[in-house]
């Protein structure tokens, strides 16, 4: 799941060596934290969200397989 989403991210920014995940596992859930550099936070989120639920939605399509919960955080 963490190198999904840093392709993903990375394809989407201009500086893709300022993009970090990291991953944090606890019970049934799998938390991703996503962090770009400033200029590129609006690249990520996107307007009104829509490339934020686009990340989302396919990281939980590609977690399907797993009986996790995966859940994405986009900090600044």
Request: charged share 35%; hydrophobic share 45%.
């Amino acid at each position: 799941m963490k190198e999904l989403v840093e392709v993903l991210a990375k394809s989407l920014v201009d500086h893709p060596e300022q993009v970090i995940v990291t991953e944090t596992e606890q019970d049934n859930e799998i938390l991703l934290t996503l962090k770009v550099a400033s200029e590129d936070m609006g690249k990520v989120i996107g307007k009104q969200g829509r490339i934020a639920k686009a990340i989302r939605a396919m990281v939980k399509a590609a977690a399907s397989r797993t009986d996790k919960k995966v859940i994405v955080e986009i900090e600044q």
